[in-house]
């Protein structure tokens, strides 16, 4: 007989691991749901919020992400942002790097993802930039380069793109760039009602 908790998460979420084509997609997939059945209850104001935890957040919501090559005009808009001054990002602060890569670009084409990813050995909260529908990933790096559309079938990527509204107001009222799906300070209030891209 499956949990009450298991019940509800084969019969809500659409994402199912036979869909998935990518080993690593499966990884992460695999990680999120135990999470999810694991500590489903304990973040945030689970009875009061829509998702009742950061991993049934991105299970509802996100997507995975393919590798794709960057066209020439993405790259440009890319270079443009990476050779600003204000450009500097920062070793293992990937929501600081991804929000800021964001807010720097003039073109208003990038947005910005929280969700989780795998680096070849192991799932964790991670957040990165995409340009229609292609990882920017400028934390993480493959030989010495940011991972700009392309990444190996290690790697993975699984997330939601959050309106760059909620990254002004994350960081211009609080003044610091932390996660905004697993914000507890802020009471977790992207968890609160039905997210809206």
Not at 41 to 68: M, R, T
Request: contains cysteine.
């Amino acid at each position: 007989m499956q949990k009450k908790d298991e019940k509800y998460f084969l019969s809500e979420h659409h994402h199912n691991e036979d869909g998935l084509k990518r080993k690593t997609d499966s990884v992460i997939y695999n990680f999120v749901r135990e999470q999810y059945l694991k500590h489903g209850l304990s973040s945030g104001n689970a009875k009061e919020n829509q998702y009742i935890s950061v991993f049934d957040f991105v299970l509802q919501e996100g997507h995975f992400y393919k590798p794709q090559k960057l066209t020439r005009t993405e790259t440009m808009i890319i270079t443009d942002v990476t050779l600003r001054p204000k450009f500097k990002p920062e070793a293992n602060a990937c929501f600081y790097n991804s929000q800021l890569v964001v807010l720097e670009d003039a073109y208003h084409m990038l947005q910005y993802v929280e969700g989780f990813a795998n680096n070849g050995s192991q799932t964790v909260l991670h957040a990165w930039c995409e340009l229609k529908g292609k990882v920017i990933d400028i934390t993480w790096k493959d030989e010495n380069q940011f991972r700009l559309g392309m990444f190996s079938e290690k790697v993975g990527y699984y997330g939601v793109a959050i309106p760059t509204e909620k990254i002004r107001e994350r960081v211009f009222t609080k003044e610091n760039a932390g996660s905004l799906i697993d914000d507890k300070m802020g009471e977790y209030p992207l968890l609160r009602k039905k997210f809206s891209k």
